[in-house]
C-alpha cells in the first residue's frame, strides 16, 4: 500500500487549492480525481468536433483575492476588463450593466440610473459586512474564539459607521425577499429582473421567496481583480484558470491523478486512515480532504458504521437538488441579439423581463415540471477564446433556469421538449440562431450530477439558503471542515462559505488543517 | 345504505370504552385482579398489583411469579449486515454475542448520551431480536441506512411472559418443557408448543431464578393455562409491576426515564446521560469498531465529560429513600435518589442514587438523604445517614446456578 502525508479527493478548483496549500507545507500530498480532466465544473471539454465548452461555471466572478495570493495563481487570463450584463428587453432593447455590478447603467432614465445608484451602493455596502464572515472559519457556538469575537465587533463597528438609519435597515433587509427590494428602489423592469435573476440563479428559491436577497448577498460578495461584482470571462476560456489552479497545486509539489475515482474512505474507530480508488489500489495517509460533495463524501465513501447515525442523517437532509440547466451550442456563425451593440456581445446576456417572469419561471420547478418560459444568462465563450471554436464558428453556454433535478415526466422525453423551449426563447431575441446550431450539450440536474459527480446536480454542493450557511454548511458538525471522522476534512462548496469559482473552501480548509484547528 | 354506513361509524367509536390497550394475556390478568390497580405501561393496561403488592413480591422471591412482558417494545433485525448493524449501534460488542444467547446493552446517540438499554437476542447469524422499553424504530431505521438490513416491529406479534422465583424451573419442567433445566443464564431456546414453537430464555428483570417466555400472539392464552395449571402447586403467582420493581431494586437494575432520562425524552441539556453515568460503562467496548457515539463518550471519558455517578445506598432507618435529596454532611446537595425501598430479602434500606461528580466519585462518605415521610396529612422531614455500598443489593447464588436445584 502507498502511503503519504494527505489525500485530496477531487480535482475541482477547491480539491487543487487545497492539495496546493497541503504540498506547500511540506506534506506529501495526493490529489486524486475521478474523471480524465481536472477543474471540476470549470474544467473545458469538446462538445463537438472543433468545439469546447465549460462545465457549469461559465463564469469567473468571485475568485478570492486570499486564494491568488495564497496561491500565487496565475490570473494573466483575467487581465481583461470586466464584462457589461445586457438585459435584453424585445420592446425597449436592452438595459446594460457596465463594471463592477453597474458603475455606469446604460439604456435606463437618468433617475432609474440614480436609483439603480443608490441602491448598488447600499448592497455593496451590506455585502461587505457579510463578506468578513465568509472570508474565515465560521465561529463555533460555544467555542467562539477572539478571531471571532474581533470580526463580530468589526462587523458592528462599520455598520453603526454609516449612521444608525443604515444599520436598521441592513437588519430589516437581511432576510427580505429580493423582490420587495427591488420595488422599494426601482422602477425599470429590466433591472429588477437582473436582481432577480441574480439573486435565484442555482438556488431553489423564486425572487418573492423570504431570504432570496441573500444569493443576490453573495453575489455581491465576490470580487475579481479587486472591483466588488465584477465579472470576468477568461482569455483561453474558463478552462485556462481551471489550468491556473493546476499548475499551483503542481507547483507545490502535490501529485495529481486523474481517472482515479476514489471508491471508499478508509478507516478504522472512527479515524480515516487512506482510501480505495476504483482498482483497488489504498492509499493510506493520516489525513483525508474531501473536496467533493458531503453527501458523496460522507454518504458514499465513508463506510456507513464509522460515522455516527444522527450525523449521517443530517447529511442525508442536506438539500442540494439543483435547478439549472446549462446549455452548451456550437453554431456556425456568430450568433447577433436584437438590439445588443455588436461590441456588447462579449457581455453576459440575461433573458429575463421582468421579477414576475422570473417568479413565474419558478413556479413549475416547485412541483418537478421545467419552466415553459425560463430565464437565462448567455455568454458567448468563443468571442473572447477563437480557439473553443472553429474560425467563423461559434460557441454560446447558457445557464437556464428552472430545470429541476427531478422532473415529473422524467428527463427522457422533457429533456427535448426543453431545449427546443430554450432554442426557441434565443431565436426570439436572436433569430435564425436556432438553425445555425451544429452541435447542441444540455446538461440538466441529473446529468451535472453523473458528469460532474454533483449529487443533486447542484453546483453549490447543496442549497445556498439561511439554514444552510456559515455555522451551519453543510451541517454544524461538519462547518469547520474538521467532520466528525478524524482525520477527514471537507474542502468543497458544500463547506463554508459555498459555491462559485471562489477556492475559498479549498482554502480555509487548508488553513483550518495547517493551523491544527486555529 | 347510509344505515351501513352509519353502524360501521358506531362500531369505530368503540375505541373510546378501551382507552387502553390490552395485552394478549389481558383477560387471564382481568380475571385474577382482586384490587384492580392498573397502570399505564407504554399504552398498555397493565397491573400495578392483581391482589397485594407483598404477597406478589414474596410469590416472586420463594415460589413463583409471572409478569406480562408484552409491552416491551420488540424488534426483529435480520439480514447479512445485522450483527455489523447491531455492533454499530450498541455500545457492546455484539460480535462477542453467541447464537441462541442474549445479553444486556445499551445504545447511545452521537453525543455518546443513553437513548435506551435493553435485551439482544441472537437468534443465528443474521437474526436478532432487540427488546426494550422505548419505541426505537425510527432511531433503528435512521442508523441502519447503509446497512443491509430489515428492522421488524414485533411488538405486537410477539408476546412475552417473565417466570421469575426459585420455582420457575420446575414450574417450566412440570409444563413439559424438559431442556430448560439446561439453560445458563443468558442462553435460550426453542420448545415446541400447540403445534408452533415457543423460545424460552434465562432472563429476567429480578436477579433470581428465572426465564422469559416468548409466544406468538394467538399462542399467548394457551401458553399461560399452560404455564399456571403446571405451577398450581409451585406457588405460580400473577405478579404486577409494585413487586417487580422492589426485586429490580434489589438486583440494583435501572429503569429508563425512573434511573436516568432517556436521550431523547430530555429537553435540559444536562439531564442526558453517558452510559458511565448510570452505571453501564463495562458495557462499552472500545476495542470493537467504531459505534455510534464512541467518540463522544471517549472525549468525556478522557476530558472532564462525565458530570455524574449512579451509586447504590444504605439509608439508615427502614423508610424508604424514593425521590429524597442526597447531601453531602448534609449541607451540599449531591444528587437524588431515584428508587429506594425497604429491601426484605436485604432487611436493609436501600436505593438507587444519581450523585453529582465529585460526589459518589471522588467524595464518598458522610452523605444523608432527606425524606419527606408523610404521616396522616404531614410531612415529617427525616434527615437519615447513607453509605455507598455495592450493588446488587442482593445477590442469588439461584440466579446462576445450572441446573437449578429443584425447590
Redesign the interface.
Known sequence: MTSCDAIVIGGGHNGLTAAALLAASGRKTILLEASAHLGGAARTEEIAPGFRASGPAHLVNRLDPSVIRALKLDTACLSGKALPTAILDLAWGPALVRGAYGEVVEGVTPEEARAFAALREKLFFQASLLKRFLARTPPRLGKTSLGDMKDFALAGLSLISQGREEARDMLRMLLMNVADIADEYLSDDRLKALLAFDATLGIHLGPRSPTSLLGLYYRLTGETNGLPGAQYLPRGGIGSLARAFEDAARRAGAGLRTEAPVTRILSRQGRAEGVELAGGERISAPLIVAAIHPKAAFLSLAAPGEMDAGFRKQIRNIRSRGNVAKLDLALREMPRFTGVKPEDHEARIVIARNIRHVEEAFNPAKYGAYSPDPVMEITLPSLSDPSLAPQGAATLSALVQYAPYELKEGWETGKPAFLKIILDCLDRHAPGLSSTVIAARLLTPPDIEAEYRMPGGHWHHGELQVDQLLINRPVDRASSYATPMEGLYLASAGAHPGGGLSGLPGLLAARHILSGGR | MALDRLSARKALQNHIDHPLLETPFHPRIEALSRSQEWYVWAGYRAPLSLTDEEMEYTALRNSCGVFDISPMKKYRISGPDAE??L???MVRNVAKLGIDRVHYTCWC??FGHVIDDGTLFRFGPESFRLCCQERQYE?LS??A???RVNIEEETRAVAGLALQGPTSCRVLLNAGFSGVEALRPFQLARFPHEGGEIVISRTGFTGDLGYEVWVSHDAALSIWDRLFSAGALHGIQAVGYGALNRCRIEAAFIVPNQDFMTADHVLRPDRARFPDEIGLDWLVDPAK???????AILEAREGKGLRHVLVGLEVEGNVPADGAIVYHRGKHEAGIVTAGIWSPMAKRNIAIASLDRPYGSDITKDFFVEIYALREGRYHKLMKRATIVSRPFVKLERRTKTPPDDF
Request: hydrophobic letters at 35%; glycine letters at 10%; a negative charge.
Open positions: 455489523a448493524f455492533d454499530y449501534v446517540n452521537d432511531w435512521d442508523a441506512d447503509g446497512f469498531p467504531y459505534f455510534n457515539g464512541r467518540r
